[in-house]
């Protein structure tokens, strides 16, 4: 079972910011910015690249709930960054699927 895997089981603990029987969001460990939330599926999708028709409900809905707590933490109104990585080249550390909800502050693009 991947790292992911395990927090969103319960196994490893982490600080929650949202939870159904499809998605988990916690807070990351390493923040980027004042809010840097993960967002994954509780399936385990290794990547974008692996996504299939039959995950398009599903992707819709971590967008879904990426939005709302983009609102709950007031970024709605400055902006955020969604991001997903695949593949170590673009810098995906858990080959598990997931989105950085990133804001809080202005971002800026490092290369």
């Known amino acids: 079972m991947c ?10 603990p982490s600080k929650k910011a949202y939870e159904d029987e499809s998605v ?3 807070y990351d460990i390493a923040p980027q ?11 385990h999708i ?3 690249q692996a996504l299939t028709r039959e995950d398009d409900a599903l992707l819709g809905h971590m967008f879904e709930v990426a939005r ?8 709605d109104k400055t902006g ?27 971002l800026k693009w490092d290369n």
């Open 24 to 26: 988990y969001a916690f």
């Open 80 to 106: 955020y960054r969604l991001i997903t990585n695949v593949g170590a080249d673009a810098g995906q550390s858990v080959p598990h699927l997931h989105l950085h909800l990133i804001g809080g502050k202005t």
């Open 46 to 48: 290794e990547s974008a």
């Open 68 to 75: 709302t707590l983009a609102s709950e933490n007031g970024l």
């Open 3 to 12: 790292l992911f895997c395990k927090i969103a089981a319960g196994e490893i």
């Open 33 to 43: 910015a004042p809010v840097h939330v993960l967002v994954i599926p509780k399936t």
